[in-house]
């Protein structure tokens, strides 16, 4: 995963997939924190951070979880964001302290151990951000999804989604060896 400045240098054919690129990641976490995280953006865990973009990245298992079913729904069939992998705590994307740190080293978030997790909060000019890209109309659809989100499932923990995810997706996530990708059906 580079930046954008960093794929400037691939052939023009070579084609450029949105899930290659850091700021693509680093905007929809900038997203969840601001709709998610409440009124002061902040999230408490990794864990809780990575189980709430799970939802709003599989938008077919945020809904089954709504309609309050163990199974996507077939007919909707929507596409996966991007993918995530089966780890020890659910689903998680290696990808992470890569796009944490880039958001950090710009001011955007600060990161703090609070016990034994971390505190991910949007700084002042985070906010700034996040308010750009919710007013960006390419960001309303994601928007919409990260609301929806944080209604049904922004005052759980990260523990009580994790535990909700394994017993509600035995097949798709719970049974996954570690480290194989989630996709909609085993």
Not at 52 to 60: A, E, G, S, T
Not at 161 to 176: D, N, P
């Amino acid at each position: 995963m580079r930046t954008l400045r960093n794929h400037a240098g691939r052939p023009v054919a070579a084609p450029l997939v949105a899930d290659d690129v850091l700021e693509f990641h680093a905007g929809r976490l900038v997203l969840l924190l601001a709709i998610c995280g409440g009124a002061g953006g902040v999230i408490n865990g990794l864990t809780k951070m990575a189980k709430l973009d799970f939802f709003v990245r599989y938008p077919d298992f945020f809904e089954a979880v709504r309609r309050g079913s163990d199974q996507p729904d077939p007919e909707r069939g929507e596409a996966v964001e991007a993918a995530m992998v089966r780890h020890h705590y659910g689903p998680w994307d290696k990808r992470y302290y890569h796009v944490l740190a880039f958001l950090e080293a710009r001011g955007i978030i600060a990161v703090r151990k609070s016990g034994k997790s971390y505190r991910i909060a949007l700084t002042r000019l985070g906010k700034t951000a996040a308010e750009r890209l919710a007013a960006a109309p390419a960001f309303a659809g994601l928007r919409r999804v990260m609301q929806a989100v944080a209604e049904s499932l922004g005052d759980k923990s990260g523990n009580e989604l994790k535990t909700m995810i394994y017993a509600t997706f035995k097949e798709e996530v719970g049974r996954r060896p570690l480290g194989s990708v989630i996709a909609r059906r085993p």
